[in-house]
């Protein structure tokens, strides 16, 4: 079975443009969140999303947004870059359902640079 | 959700048996405890979860006393490949956000 795929895989923008980053779950999971890692760094939680709505928001600005398609992929939006912003980008899946304590699952992430 | 402390970094030998201990001492009661791995410029990898006692698969087996304050991760006969970041988490079930720390920076030494 095919894991966590995300595109691009590497991507360089300037300040000031914006960047859409996508993200397909394995196959039969319901959930995808997002995730920033600077360097040195844990990742850093921006947003859940279950059954096409966002179920969580971490401590990021209004410049950032998601969504989830019905197939379960999602985007995440980045307006106004930052240098700042330059992270890998991460999206993890989980099959979500009852009480279970299903684990996410990562992809290899995008690898922003801001100019 | 529940901090957890662990070692910055850690130095093995190849074909040794490595230990990671992991502090979480506000573990709320539904919590389950779970370690990633993570190579540079790769996504975490999950390795292990469990909830009490000793749970064990092909890669690692994870340690639970029985006050659940605390866990170890135990990763036996450490090849170089192994070298990694491993960040303990509890909580983060599917439906709830992982937090993470620092992790632990493990190098081992042919």
């Known amino acids: 079975d095919a894991g966590v795929t995300q595109s691009p895989t590497h991507l360089i923008k300037t300040r000031g443009q914006h960047v859409t980053l996508r993200c397909s779950p394995i196959?039969?999971?319901?959930?995808v969140s997002w995730y920033q890692q600077v360097l040195g760094q844990g990742p850093q939680f921006i947003f859940q999303y279950y059954e096409k709505e966002e179920r969580g928001r971490g401590n990021f600005p209004d410049r950032f947004s998601a969504r989830q398609f019905p197939n379960y992929s999602s985007e995440l939006n980045v307006n106004a870059l930052l240098l700042g912003d330059s992270a890998l980008y991460l999206c993890?899946?989980?099959?979500?359902?009852?009480?279970?304590?299903?684990?996410?699952?990562f992809g290899d992430g995008t690898r922003l640079s801001i100019l | 959700l529940a901090k957890t402390t662990q070692p910055i970094s850690m130095d093995s030998y190849e074909g040794q048996e490595v230990n990671i201990t992991c502090s979480h001492n506000n573990i709320a009661t539904n919590d389950y405890i779970t370690w990633y791995q993570q190579f540079p410029s790769q996504g975490p990898r999950f390795i292990i979860q469990?909830?009490?006692t000793k749970v064990t698969n092909e890669v690692a087996s994870l340690f639970i006393p029985a006050d659940r304050k605390s866990s170890t991760l135990s990763l036996p006969r450490v090849s170089l490949s192994d070298t990694a970041v491993y960040y303990c988490?509890?909580?983060?079930?599917?439906?709830?956000?992982?937090?993470f720390g620092k992790g632990t920076r493990l190098s081992v030494i042919a």
């Open positions: 993890a899946s989980s099959l979500v359902g009852g009480d279970s304590n299903q684990p996410q699952h």
């Open positions: 469990g909830y009490k």
């Open positions: 988490l509890v909580g983060g079930s599917g439906n709830t956000p992982l937090v």
């Open positions: 196959s039969g999971h319901k959930s």
